[in-house]
């Protein structure tokens, strides 16, 4: 059997859920130049952004009505980063 390497190989651990989030993190809103922190929620599948930006803190650069394009650092580079809001966190908050 070949080895696989898919989107989200070796992620056991890394996107184990922490519990049920509520719909008041669905109903953020987001405005350009907010501060968030990428929080992969593993059980929605759609939008999820890859596993090396788990963690990150980017700004919001553009809003759309399910998705949000952020600028996420990545070592020297800025990387354009869309997200659905199941993702995301504002920053300072839990």
Same mark, same amino acid.
């Given at each position: 059997?070949? +080895? ?16 049920? +989030? ?10 350009? #130049? #907010? ?5 992969? &929620? ?24 399910? @998705? ?7 070592? &020297? ?5 869309? @997200?659905? +809001? ?6 300072? @908050?839990?």
């Amino acid at each position: 059997m070949p +080895k696989s390497h898919g989107y989200r190989r070796r992620t056991r651990s890394l996107l184990k859920s922490d519990g049920k +989030k509520g719909l008041s993190s669905l109903l953020e809103e987001y405005s350009v #130049d #907010d501060r968030v922190v990428v929080r992969i &929620d593993p059980s929605q599948v759609k939008g999820m952004p890859h596993r090396r930006f788990n963690g990150l803190v980017g700004t919001v650069k553009e809003v759309g009505r399910r @998705a949000v394009t952020l600028e996420v650092p990545v070592g &020297d580079k800025m990387k354009k980063l869309v @997200a659905r +809001k199941e993702h995301l966190v504002k920053l300072g @908050a839990k």
